[in-house]
Structures are given as C-alpha cells and as structure tokens.
Nanobody, 123 residues
Framework: QVQLVESGGRLVQSGGSLRVSCAASGRTFRDYNMGWFRQAPGKERVFVAV????????YYGDSVKGRFIISRDDANNTVYLQMNSLKPEDTAIYYC????????????????WGQGTQVTVSS
C-alpha cells in the first residue's frame, strides 16, 4: 500500500503561481511513477503531469505544458507540482497518484490515489 496526502491548494489570482505537494508513505516511493491529475466540477478527471521512477522523465498535458513543472524528492517521499501563469480554467481538485504501469497519461496506469487538494483561480 502507498498512502498519498496532497497539500498546498488554495485560492490564487489569475496569473499567479502555486506549488502543491504530495507526501507518500508506505512502500518504496522511488519505485513508483508519480502523476498529477485534476478534476473540475462536472468534468472527468484528466491527466496533468507525470514524473517517472528511476529516470525522472516528465510528461505534461497539453493544457499545462510550459506553465507547470513536476518534480520529485525521493529522499523525502514527496512529489511537487509547480503551477505558473495560472488561469481560471486551472480551477479543479488536484489529485496525486502512484503507479508502476507503462501507461502514464491515463488513470488506469495508477494504483494509489490521494484525496485531492482544491485549487481555485480567480479571474
């Protein structure tokens, strides 16, 4: 089992920046790909970013590419999502996920999920 706890979500103005974190406990953190997904009201949960285990390769959803940066600290079992140039359409609950699949951009590739942290971007 891997337990994931997100934090850092809050209200921020359009154009601002915010960093959300996800702390992991349980199994060996470095053995997992770590992803961020988000779910806006009335919409499906969608892929935001992933950082792979071992190599640390990163991939981003088209809507956040160039604005968001994912990183991980294996020594402290934490993954971060730095969000810059925020827009009102970034408003969502942000979920952290852990998985070992080669499927990186879909929910099906992840086994463990956190409870989410709310990010609200005001216009």
């Amino acid at each position: 089992q891997v337990q994931l706890v997100e934090s850092g979500g809050r209200l921020v103005q359009s154009g601002g920046s915010l960093r959300v974190s996800c702390a992991a406990s349980g199994r060996t953190f470095r053995d997992y790909n770590m992803g961020w997904f988000r779910q806006a009201p009335g919409k499906e949960r969608v892929f935001v970013a992933v950082i792979t285990r071992s190599s640390g390769f990163t991939y981003y959803g088209d809507s956040v590419k160039g604005r968001f940066i994912i990183s991980r600290d294996d020594a402290n079992n934490t993954v971060y999502l730095q969000m810059n140039s925020l827009k009102p359409e970034d408003t969502a609950i942000y979920y952290c996920a852990a998985g070992q699949s080669t499927v990186l951009r879909s929910r099906v590739g992840y086994t463990y999920w956190g409870q989410g942290t709310q990010v609200t971007v005001s216009s």
